[in-house]
């Protein structure tokens, strides 16, 4: 899956809406302003989804082909997914989850410009 095609899949989830987080594409939560999908600082391989510490470990242990993190992402609520993963329909399943999670939030504070 690619990142446009889990851009066009995420889009297809109940409020949600294209946006951008520092500056580049992502799919935020139109209620909220939180994004949960997201271009990743390692693009050439995997995009990004915002989901709960629990869960990031088990994906990273079930399946460490396709979910991951850098030092970047340990500790975060943010999780790696390689585009060359062959279950397209688990993926789909973490975005969609992704989605839940995030929806499940308070509306995002603006932040501070420097």
Do not use: C
Not at 40 to 67: N, Q, R, W, Y
Not at 79 to 88: A, M, Q, T
């Amino acid at each position: 899956m690619t990142f446009d095609e889990a851009i066009a899949f995420a889009l297809t989830l109940d409020g949600t809406e294209l946006g951008t987080t520092y500056g580049m594409p992502a799919v935020k939560i139109a209620s909220n302003g939180r994004a949960f999908l997201f271009r990743s600082h390692e693009p050439g391989t995997s995009f990004g989804v915002a989901i709960d510490l629990d869960t990031i470990e088990m994906l990273k242990e079930t399946d460490p082909d396709t979910f991951w993190q850098t030092p970047h992402y340990v500790g975060w609520e943010g999780v790696l997914i390689r585009y060359d993963s062959p279950d397209e329909e688990r993926v789909r399943n973490v975005i969609a989850r992704s989605r839940n999670f995030v929806a499940a939030k308070p509306k995002a504070r603006p932040r501070k410009r420097k």
